[in-house]
């Protein structure tokens, strides 16, 4: 009996202690009303004062105020009228550090770069030494041999991308963001590689409500100089409109869809078009005291290029967080 009291007493002692120390903690006086069945599951109250759901919604907002790495896998499957275009498929890993810098008048500039690996490019070979990759089909589909077969060329490294946006979320919950998008030609792969430098604008407008976030991010970008003049220049002029959506169904979980909608003004007719639908759900949780978001979509192209072009993308998302920067 007496071996009984005792461990219920350091068990209260514990608790009291917990919630002591929670309460203690900056922004996260509102512990203090924890009941102690709910103070057994630590993992519900985060370090960073944000709650799962909060935290999942800030993830979703272009200007979020959380420090993250975005790891993006994409697995695509194509059709068209290329010879073996149905066959090919492609698996893409994007990562993706954002950090924004909170401002003294409320607002952020966030800083993102993307640094993507392709793996398994699928090709089309049309003149010596030079296989076609997608964007390069979008522009001479035309002139393109129908009876060649289409091949997966090798992995590689692509052009890194760059944005600098400012921006933020006013008190109505309306997001407003502007700033530029870059791509460097950083890649060495002759199948893909534009050898240009691009840039362009970019703006997000969306809105944060009680049930989630729902926004579109808008960029163009256009080649302003060529890695050699020597070298056949493409031109590139390519607008991509990013929605935003997510609603909230409590405990980290959201019903979501992030589709990329791509216009290539280079393209030829019938060549242009990428447009995706779909979605999927998102879990946000912790790995100890990191909070972690996971995503799965599943979008299917209504339109796509007719030569070669994407017709199903599955995408799995993972999204730590680094460090919240609104405090």
Same mark, same amino acid.
């Given at each position: %009996?007496?071996?009984?009291?005792?461990?219920?007493?350091?068990?209260?002692?514990?608790?009291?202690?917990?919630?002591?120390?929670?309460?203690?903690?900056?922004?996260?006086?509102?512990?203090?009303?924890?009941?102690?069945?709910?103070?057994?599951?630590?993992? /519900?109250?985060?370090?960073?004062?944000?709650?799962?759901? *909060?935290?999942?919604?800030?993830?979703?907002?272009?200007?979020?105020?959380?420090?993250?790495?975005?790891?993006?896998?994409? &697995?695509?499957?194509? /059709?068209?009228?290329?010879?073996?275009?149905?066959? /090919?498929?492609?698996?893409?890993?994007?990562?993706?550090?954002?950090?924004?810098?909170?401002?003294?008048?409320?607002?952020?500039?966030? !800083?993102?770069?993307?640094?993507?690996?392709?793996?398994?490019?699928?090709?089309?070979?049309? /003149?010596?030494?030079?296989?076609?990759?997608?964007?390069?089909?979008?522009?001479?589909?035309?002139? !393109?041999?129908?009876?060649?077969? %289409?091949?997966?060329?090798?992995?590689?490294?692509?052009?890194?991308?760059?944005?600098?946006? &400012?921006?933020?979320?006013?008190?109505?919950?309306?997001?407003?963001?502007?700033?530029?998008?870059?791509?460097?030609?950083?890649?060495?792969?002759?199948?893909?590689?534009?050898?240009?430098?691009?840039?362009?604008?970019?703006?997000?407008?969306?809105?944060?409500?009680?049930?989630?976030?729902?926004?579109?991010?808008?960029?163009?970008?256009?080649?302003?100089?060529?890695?050699?003049?020597?070298?056949? !220049?493409?031109?590139?002029?390519?607008?991509?409109?990013?929605?935003?959506?997510?609603?909230?169904?409590?405990?980290?979980?959201?019903?979501?869809?992030?589709?990329?909608?791509? &216009?290539?003004? *280079?393209?030829?007719?019938?060549?242009?078009?990428?447009?995706?639908?779909?979605?999927?759900?998102?879990?946000?949780?912790?790995?100890?005291?990191?909070?972690?978001? %996971?995503?799965? *979509? !599943?979008?299917?192209?209504?339109?796509?290029?007719?030569?070669?072009?994407? *017709?199903?993308?599955?995408?799995?998302?993972?999204?730590?967080?680094?460090?919240?920067?609104?405090?």
């Amino acid at each position: %009996m007496h071996s009984h009291r005792s461990n219920s007493s350091d068990t209260s002692k514990f608790t009291c202690i917990a919630l002591a120390v929670l309460a203690a903690q900056p922004g996260l006086a509102r512990a203090q009303d924890v009941g102690l069945e709910q103070a057994a599951d630590l993992r /519900q109250v985060i370090t960073s004062a944000k709650s799962f759901d *909060e935290i999942a919604v800030e993830l979703t907002n272009p200007m979020g105020s959380l420090s993250a790495v975005f790891n993006d896998f994409q &697995y695509n499957t194509f /059709q068209g009228n290329l010879n073996g275009a149905s066959d /090919q498929t492609r698996l893409t890993y994007l990562i993706t550090p954002s950090i924004p810098f909170l401002l003294d008048n409320g607002k952020s500039i966030v !800083l993102r770069t993307t640094f993507p690996v392709t793996f398994g490019e699928p090709t089309i070979p049309f /003149q010596i030494d030079q296989d076609y990759a997608d964007w390069r089909i979008r522009q001479f589909a035309n002139f !393109l041999p129908l009876d060649t077969p %289409m091949r997966k060329d090798h992995s590689y490294m692509g052009d890194i991308s760059v944005d600098l946006a &400012y921006g933020g979320v006013n008190d109505n919950g309306y997001i407003t963001m502007f700033g530029a998008a870059a791509v460097l030609p950083t890649s060495r792969d002759g199948s893909s590689e534009r050898d240009q430098y691009l840039l362009g604008p970019e703006f997000a407008f969306g809105k944060v409500t009680r049930w989630g976030v729902i926004g579109a991010w808008a960029t163009h970008l256009t080649n302003v100089a060529a890695v050699d003049e020597k070298l056949p !220049l493409y031109d590139t002029n390519l607008t991509s409109l990013k929605i935003f959506f997510a609603y909230g169904l409590g405990n980290g979980w959201q019903i979501i869809s992030n589709p990329v909608i791509e &216009y290539d003004w *280079e393209g030829l007719k019938d060549n242009k078009l990428l447009l995706p639908i779909g979605g999927g759900f998102s879990k946000t949780t912790s790995i100890g005291r990191i909070p972690l978001k %996971m995503d799965l *979509e !599943l979008f299917h192209y209504i339109e796509s290029p007719t030569a070669f072009g994407p *017709e199903w993308l599955l995408t799995f998302s993972v999204t730590p967080v680094l460090s919240d920067r609104s405090r």
